[in-house]
């Protein structure tokens, strides 16, 4: 595992870059927590990434001081080593459930992908809870980490130039939930109608970064 490494982003924030997500979602959670002490009156927001965790400092604090101190906590706390992700969080984030009907088209090829029949495949997504890793692509779109670790397939080879609204997919660790008609790539499995966002709602985006999500069969 490689340290992580604190970049100054801008005049009020901090990006730490780590290895993988899963160090991204330990990172984020602890954060918001208060478990790393020495950031809790010097963080405003945190935004996570892929692979990187935006620190926002509160106005007013001295960003060689949100440095110091990430860099004393994190080594500190060893967060980052040998991380994973818990569904249930060490903040105790809300839990989602999003009912889904497993018609998907790429269902049958997840499943030779995977060895396991289409019954197995959706068990296996329904049966673990997901989190919300970080936000992105679209508005509302949610990657989501944590599953089942057999359900990690590739991109299709073609992307669909349109993916409708409310399709359930996967691609490599993760799943999401298509917020609206676009083009895309993953592996469709299922559709809900819940809406990922809704500009009418408050706030718009069904799924914050730590939520947990709970895919039932609709």
Request: charged share 20%; no cysteine; glycine share 12%.
């Amino acid at each position: 595992m490689n340290p992580p490494r604190l970049l100054p982003y801008g005049d009020r924030a901090l990006l730490v870059e780590v290895d993988d997500v899963t160090q991204v979602v330990a990172l984020a959670d602890s954060v918001r927590s208060g478990a790393l002490t020495d950031l809790v009156d010097l963080v405003e927001d945190v935004v996570p990434g892929a692979r990187s965790v935006l620190l926002v400092a509160r106005p007013g604090v001295d960003l060689a001081e949100l440095r110091s101190r990430a860099e004393s906590d994190i080594a500190a706390d060893g967060l980052l080593v040998d991380s994973s992700v818990s569904p249930a969080g060490s903040d105790g984030p809300s839990v989602v459930e999003i009912p889904v009907t497993y018609d998907g088209p790429d269902l049958a090829q997840v499943a030779r992908l995977t060895g396991m029949t289409e019954e197995e495949v959706v068990a296996a997504h329904t049966g673990t809870g997901w989190r919300v890793a970080f936000g992105g692509f679209a508005p509302g779109f949610a990657y989501l980490v944590g599953g089942d670790p057999r359900l990690q397939v590739p991109r299709r080879d073609s992307p669909r130039t349109k993916v409708p609204v409310g399709a359930v997919g996967l691609a490599g660790e993760f799943s999401g939930v298509y917020p609206r008609a676009s083009s895309g790539g993953w592996q469709l499995i299922g559709h809900t109608e819940v809406a990922m966002w809704d500009p009418d709602r408050d706030p718009p985006a069904l799924l914050d970064a730590g939520t947990t999500v709970r895919f039932t069969r609709g």
